[in-house]
């Protein structure tokens, strides 16, 4: 046995689910097996019912918990086992019949037997919610603890699930497939590594892996875009996934060799000096370290030559006349 656990807000569209009644499902294909504390009814009338309680409580968004439990395929289970199954579950989780209300249906639709419960999370004595949390982690130990008491076969979880399903992938991966899944990706490392991919495309990728004789395929939506790629060594063929390239990751090492081009460009044409007349004028040198001012050394101010006045000679001062020496004979 296997239970799986949502929770909602709306009574009425999960005892309708529960009762069959929706679009596509026939009504004879769905039971109620019991219930706790409501008048039974239709889903309406039961719906209400946990409409009324659930509005004591302002806190609980979502009061409606809806688990089903499943048991093997080929499992025959009494209708006593799942009313008791349903029972105990409610009891382990947190949720009484003699505190909560619980209605219970079997379906009809699949090969294998299951119920649904739908329990009201406000409970009828005004005390705790039921807690959605740990629920998760909560449910398989309750699921072995009902099989234990009940005699029931237990199914693995998800992790036991998906851990026995890789063990299965990995077994079955024929050793040929895998080589040629390993040459297929050493290719496409080396192709998109060259220095050639620049301003190339698909096409241009379908012919180098041509001469490696790597078969590729592309699949284009309407509007023309890559969505999808497959490759081919060896007569064995492989999605773009198992070779480790997928059309998006494809597209990104064209985006991304574009993207490099371009910045090399842009630094290449940051170092061209500039020719004569190819620009502005160029400034003025700047001052020397001694000639610049300095913020603790200011710039002097330019001293005035000062010109002694020509004073004219007294009336009554004689003129001296300038002495003459005469130069000797050597």
């Known amino acids: 046995m296997i239970a799986k656990t949502v929770v909602g807000s709306s009574f009425e569209g999960a005892l309708s689910y529960g009762a069959g009644q929706r679009p596509g499902r026939k009504s004879a294909e769905a039971e ?18 946990m409409e009324e309680v659930a509005s ?64 009201n999370r406000v409970p009828i004595d005004d005390g705790p919610a039921l807690r959605t949390s740990n629920n998760f982690y909560k449910q398989p130990k309750v699921c072995k603890e009902i099989c234990e008491k009940l005699g029931m076969q237990q199914l693995p979880n998800r992790e036991q699930r998906d851990q026995a399903k890789a063990a299965k992938a990995v077994q079955s991966i024929d050793p040929k497939k895998q ?37 590729v395929k592309f699949t284009h939506d309407t509007k023309g875009v890559l969505r999808g790629v497959s490759f081919s060594k060896d007569g064995l063929a492989m999605t773009g996934q198992e070779a480790g390239y997928k059309a998006a990751q494809l597209l990104a090492a064209f985006e ?75």
């Open 32 to 49: 109620l097996l019991g219930s706790s504390n409501l008048r039974e009814g239709s889903p309406q009338i039961m719906a209400k019912q």
């Open 56 to 119: 004591e409580s302002a806190r609980i968004q979502k009061p409606v918990w809806h688990t089903s439990l499943s048991w093997s395929p080929g499992e025959a289970v009494t209708r006593e086992q799942k009313v008791a199954a349903a029972e105990m579950y409610c009891e382990l989780m947190g949720a009484p019949f003699e505190r909560h209300q619980v209605a219970i249906y079997e379906h009809h639709d699949k090969p294998h037997e299951h119920i649904h419960i739908y329990i």
């Open 179 to 215: 080589a040629a899944r390993t040459e297929v990706r050493a290719a496409l490392d080396e192709i998109l590594a060259l220095p050639s991919i620049i301003g190339q495309n698909i096409n241009w990728l379908n012919r180098e892996l041509k001469e490696r004789q790597i078969g």
């Open 256 to 330: 991304a060799a574009a993207t490099k081009q371009q910045q090399r460009q842009a630094v290449g044409q940051s170092q061209v000096p500039q020719t004569v007349g190819a620009g502005p004028a160029p400034a003025a040198p700047s001052p020397t370290a001694a000639e610049a001012p300095t913020a603790t050394q200011p710039t002097p101010a330019p001293v005035p030559r000062v010109v002694p006045p020509i004073v004219p000679p007294a009336e009554d001062e004689p003129t001296q006349t300038p002495r003459l020496v005469p130069r000797r004979r050597r």
